[in-house]
């Protein structure tokens, strides 16, 4: 595979959007008018015989402390929402790498591509190659926990230490939820609306108590139901739930070699399909009070730090203790330590 990075940067976005009010954005695939916190550059990939371009921010402190940090975004998330943990991590001397996967964010949304998240863990590979970072630690959210840990057990070697923060696929959901085809998830995608977006995150995501704060997670979606590149967005939506869906990781969390630490919301409930699980099974998914601690158990040298009524976005809901936690345990797994 190869990789260039592009000699132009894409500017920080501080375009107005295609078309919509400022209150009411709406946005093309690549997220064009979408602000993010750090200069967004681009990797050209040539992978499944198609040329892609994968977003990244790489911000490099003020102060080296001569580590680095690898920050995976979630399903319905991008790179943008890392930006305070970017600055804390930051402050402390890390260098910090956030692409956006094929698919998310400001990265190519292709017609046609077989999702992996082999695939998607090379890619990062690629990524750290071409700026020379031989060395990371690995944190992943939601989604990007499954994928730092097939990243983790990939290429062990790349990886100083592993951070889940409220990871999913700390079950196999296919052993209880009925499979689907992509076209169905594909369908579910396009019937979604602005007004649901947000019903679904301030119940699933902040236990019905939204705030001001949490507005650019759902400007993000929102946006791109309201643009003109929504049914390309929607299918590679898809096609990630089939990913998602059918390669669990969690059957090999006894192989992972590196140090792991593991931050868990207890209030969190997610669970992919849950709501087509049989009725009897459905109060038993997504129990991250319970699942936390079982994963802890299965991943040699894990650390377990349970928030307390916190739910699936620590980094947004409860920023400070969450912080504390991934700090201090990369302060732990330094070469000091």
């Given amino acids: 595979m190869r990789a260039l990075i592009l000699l132009a940067t894409l500017a ?8 919509g009010s400022a209150d009411e954005p709406a946005f093309d695939a690549r997220l064009e008018g979408y602000q993010y916190p750090y200069t967004v550059h681009t990797l050209k990939l040539n992978s499944q015989r198609q040329d892609l371009e994968m977003a990244f921010m790489d911000v490099k402190p003020a102060q080296p402390n001569g580590r680095a940090v690898l920050l ?3 399903k319905n998330f991008s790179g943008a929402y890392w930006g305070d943990t970017i600055a804390a991590l930051s402050d402390e001397g890390y260098r910090v790498v956030v692409p956006d996967q094929i698919g998310f964010g400001k990265s190519s949304k292709p017609a046609h ?3 992996s998240f082999q695939t998607l863990a ?4 690629v990524l750290l190659d071409t700026l020379g970072v031989r060395k990371v630690n690995v944190v992943g959210h939601s989604m990007g926990g499954m994928l730092a840990t097939r990243f983790a057990l990939m290429f062990p070697e790349r990886s100083e230490s592993l951070s889940l923060v409220n990871p999913i696929g700390l079950e196999d959901w296919k052993r209880v939820v009925p499979w689907q085809p992509v076209e169905a998830w594909y369908q579910a995608e396009l019937k979604k609306t602005p007004q649901q977006v947000k019903r679904y995150m ?15 997670l759902l400007t993000l979606q929102q946006g791109w139901i309201r643009g003109p590149d929504y049914s390309r967005v929607a299918w590679n939506s898809a096609l990630a739930y089939d990913m998602i869906f059918n390669q669990p990781v969690v ?3 006894q192989d992972i070699k590196v140090p792991t630490l593991l931050i868990i919301g207890t209030r969190d409930r997610t669970a992919l399909g849950k709501n087509r699980a049989p009725q009897a099974a459905r109060e038993q998914l997504g129990r991250y009070d319970q699942l936390g601690q079982r994963a802890a158990e299965l991943i040699p040298n894990a650390r ?8 699936h976005v620590p980094q947004y809901e409860a920023f400070k203790p969450y912080m504390r936690a991934l700090g201090g345990y990369l302060d732990s797994v330094g070469p000091q330590a």
């Fill in 12 to 19: 920080v976005a501080l375009a107005m959007p295609l078309s």
């Fill in 251 to 253: 059957h090999e969390f």
């Fill in 202 to 216: 301030t119940a699933s995501y902040f236990d019905g108590q939204w705030k001001s704060a949490y507005q650019p």
């Fill in 113 to 115: 591509f077989q999702y």
């Fill in 72 to 74: 995976l975004h979630g």
């Fill in 122 to 125: 090379d890619h990062t590979r």
């Fill in 304 to 311: 377990l730090v349970e928030l307390p009524g916190v739910g």
